[in-house]
């Protein structure tokens, strides 16, 4: 069975850093690409960021709004997917969900973390 | 970049069809997969749709999928509604290397 479990998430400061993990079990984790996508409270899905397997390059790509500040990682010896958030905004304010991606699509998902940014 | 609108909600009785649409601002509709995904309140998203049409196993072929090239959309038909139909729904496609979600629709069994 297919387990992706965040934890890390928090209250922080504005301008402030966070790291959120995320611990996969059940797949081949060495062979999945892996995403971060975050859900505003009350409001719709939003792609972060994305880390490619480290056979198809490792490479990460981010959304517009989190380049420059927020940094994918991966611990494939640990099955460790991470998320490291700097320079947080209020607006970064969200439940963030781990998931494993094939090709484009989102697979599995975790039960997601709160990361809240206020003063 | 693209965006993916989709009607806010809808509502119909159980036993009924609802289909909901995402249009797709610029670029063709058909030149990447649309995915369809369910997220009923309190839970995670799971995916019912993927790569336009297909359906994972376990999802029910109550849900189908479709693109219109002509309407530059997609469409997520659910038929004989049941309460557990009962969530939110976001339709999901991308280009080069940037995902996009659409803004969702609620759908409320009656």
């Known amino acids: 069975e297919v387990q992706l479990v965040e934890s890390g998430g928090g209250l922080v400061k504005p301008g402030g850093s966070l790291r959120v993990s995320c611990a996969a079990s059940?797949?081949?984790?060495?062979?999945?690409?892996m995403s971060w996508v975050r859900q505003a409270p009350g409001k719709g899905l939003e792609w972060v960021g994305r880390?490619?397997?480290?056979?198809?390059?490792?490479?990460?790509d981010y959304a517009a709004p989190v380049k420059g500040r927020f940094t994918i990682s991966r611990d494939d010896s640990k099955n460790m997917l991470f998320l490291q958030m700097n320079s947080l905004k209020t607006e970064d304010t969200a439940v963030y969900y781990c998931?494993?991606?094939?090709?484009?699509?989102?697979?599995?998902w975790g039960q997601g973390t709160l990361v809240t940014v206020s003063s | 970049n693209f965006m993916l609108t989709q009607p806010h909600s809808v509502s119909e009785s159980p036993g009924k069809t609802v289909t909901i649409s995402c249009t797709r601002s610029?670029?063709?509709?058909?030149?990447?997969?649309v995915q369809w995904y369910q997220q009923r309140p309190g839970s995670s998203p799971r995916t019912v749709i993927y790569?336009?049409?297909?359906?994972p196993s376990g999802v029910p072929d109550r849900f189908s999928g479709s693109i219109d090239s002509s309407s530059n959309s997609a469409s997520l038909t659910i038929s004989g509604l049941k309460t557990e139909d009962e969530a939110d729904y976001y339709c999901?496609?991308?280009?080069?290397?940037?995902?996009?979600f659409g803004t969702g629709t609620k759908v409320t069994v009656l």
């Open positions: 998931t494993s991606q094939y090709d484009w699509v989102f697979d599995d």
């Open positions: 059940g797949f081949t984790f060495t062979n999945a690409w």
């Open positions: 880390i490619k397997s480290k056979t198809d390059g490792g490479t990460t």
């Open positions: 610029s670029g063709s509709i058909a030149s990447k997969y």
């Open positions: 790569e336009d049409n297909q359906r």
């Open positions: 999901q496609s991308y280009d080069s290397s940037n995902y996009v």
